[in-house]
């Protein structure tokens, strides 16, 4: 019998959620499985990964075949590290004290990085909030403002300014019109008179 170390899908339509199982690979995705040995799910950033890590290095050793995700979610999680150490204990290349300490050392440094990219996921979402807080209160300045100009009245001319200029513009034309009616008259009369 084949076996395989594959996920297994559960959850809602579009929020995945995985468990890591050990299951004859004959069977359905979602069908009969051996063991649950861990759970994975993509939805959280970083991805939230949780194995037993016995289980899985026994399986291994036994001839479990994981799949490409699986063989991935193993190395990130030291599995398949852990299993390359104890077959240098095994050829005697390592002894137990020295692979433990190699593998403590990677997991050190593993869960510094997840912990690097954790505080930089939860950085760039805060100063994601800021800028939309700062974008939405500088457009709510925008609105009232424009509300503001909206509701008050344009300022009224003051009339006195208006009917004074108005006679002054309308009397020029009409003293030039009178000076030429002055001429005429002028040249009429004399000659009459000649």
Known sequence: MPVKIRLT???????PYYHIVVADSRAPRDGKYIEVI???????NPATIEINQDKALTWLKNGAQPTDTCRAILAYKGVLYNLHLQKGIAKGALTQEQADAKLAA????????????RK??????????????AEEAKKKENRLEALRKKNTPPPTPEPEAETAAEPTAAAEPDVVAEAPATEEKSEGETSAES
């Not at 759970?39 to 959280?44: E, G, I, R, S």
């Not at 930089?120 to 807080?133: F, H, T, W």
Request: glycine share 8%; charged share 35%; aromatic share 4%.
């Open 38 to 44: 861990g759970n994975y799910d993509p939805n959280t």
């Open 106 to 117: 990677w997991a050190e440094a593993k869960a510094a990085k997840v912990e690097e990219k």
């Open 120 to 133: 930089s996921v939860i950085g760039n979402v805060s100063k994601q909030m800021e800028s939309r807080l």
């Open 9 to 15: 899908r559960h959850g809602k339509k579009h929020k």
